[in-house]
């Protein structure tokens, strides 16, 4: 990118920064320190593209103004870990919102995939799920109680290999994201494809709905953690990929980062749902209206955390960075 561009393409941004420095109220620590990080950002692209330029002397001495105010205003909060929780991650996970539709489709594709297979070919289901597991849930079938396999193992030793497995494979499919990518829309692909044959499997032995009042009880909120994973994978490989404004290194290092913050928010989640899958799944007993409700109140925690309140607290800091300029 040619230095002229680089500066019409970023001067507001510095020029909001200078407003933020000028002002002689008391700013927000973190707001200030969220543009500092991006000006310093912008000084490192200059030393390396447009060494000793005018470009990097101005950022140089912005960024030299910042540090000591930020570093004399800034404290660390007590309660960082809310912060975390409340601002930091929200705000970051707005921005890769469009990794998260990508990681949702490819698994949706590829679970419709997955149940066209195990419709038109009579050994998928087998060559996905294995004879073990397919044989062993016909005798349960036979026997009455198709959703007999959550209730064989002891209710903390299936909520505590659930939810590490669980894991497991999230990690996988967040550090696949090294391999541009590819590796972790391999993973969604594999995980749709085994769902969609799985609940096909039961569809045509005529318990659809038994499985999905049983299955998801749990797994609405695994999945969709599964495909958050696989959203921090593809913000790891637009790092490496898409580095913008930034150095491919510098560029890098933020995908590594923000992927990492997705990962971390996965975990109270993983938690909860090896704890419906090995201490509530398994009473197939409970009502529908009770299976239901645990469903949609799980889908409503997905959706308001990770899809509308991002939303919000955007919104919220844009009025406030428009109230700083």
Not at 9 to 32: G, H, R
Not at 82 to 110: C, D, G, Q, S, Y
């Amino acid at each position: 990118m040619r230095e002229a561009a680089f500066v019409k393409q970023n001067k507001d941004k510095w020029s909001t920064f200078e407003s933020a420095l000028a002002n002689k109220t008391n700013l927000d620590p973190n707001v200030l320190s969220d543009l500092y990080i991006e000006v310093t950002d912008h000084l490192s692209y200059a030393k390396t593209f447009y060494p000793k330029s005018n470009t990097e002397f101005y950022l140089n001495s912005l960024a030299s103004q910042a540090h000591q105010k930020i570093y004399k205003t800034k404290r660390e909060s007590k309660s960082r870990i809310i912060t975390f929780w409340k601002t930091e991650f929200p705000l970051m996970f707005k921005n890769h919102h469009r990794e998260l539709l990508i990681a949702f489709l490819v698994f949706l594709f590829f679970s419709f995939v997955g149940a066209y297979s195990a419709a038109n070919e009579g050994d998928f289901v087998r060559s996905i799920l294995g004879d073990a597991y397919v044989n062993m849930t016909l005798e349960n079938i036979e026997k009455g109680d198709p959703m007999a396999v959550y209730k064989q193992m002891g209710e903390f030793n299936m909520f505590l290999g659930i939810t590490i497995n669980n894991i497991r494979v999230a990690l996988i499919a967040f550090v696949y994201g090294i391999m541009l990518g590819v590796g972790t829309l391999v993973v969604m692909l594999q995980n749709g494809i085994m769902l969609g044959s799985f609940q096909y499997f039961f569809y045509e032995k005529g318990l659809l709905w038994e499985s999905v009042r049983t299955i998801w009880i749990h797994g609405t909120i695994e999945i969709s953690v599964i495909i958050i994973a696989g959203c921090a994978g593809l913000v790891l490989a637009n790092g490496m990929l898409f580095p913008g404004t930034f150095t491919r290194l510098e560029s890098f290092k933020r995908g590594v980062k923000n992927g990492l913050k997705i990962m971390v928010s996965t975990i109270p989640f993983f938690v909860v749902a090896g704890f419906l899958e090995g201490f509530v799944t398994r009473h197939t007993e409970m009502p529908d209206w009770l299976a239901i409700l645990i469903i949609l109140g799980s889908l409503a925690l997905i959706l308001f955390y990770y899809v509308i309140y991002p939303n919000q607290i955007n919104k919220r800091h844009r009025l406030h960075e428009a109230k700083l300029h």
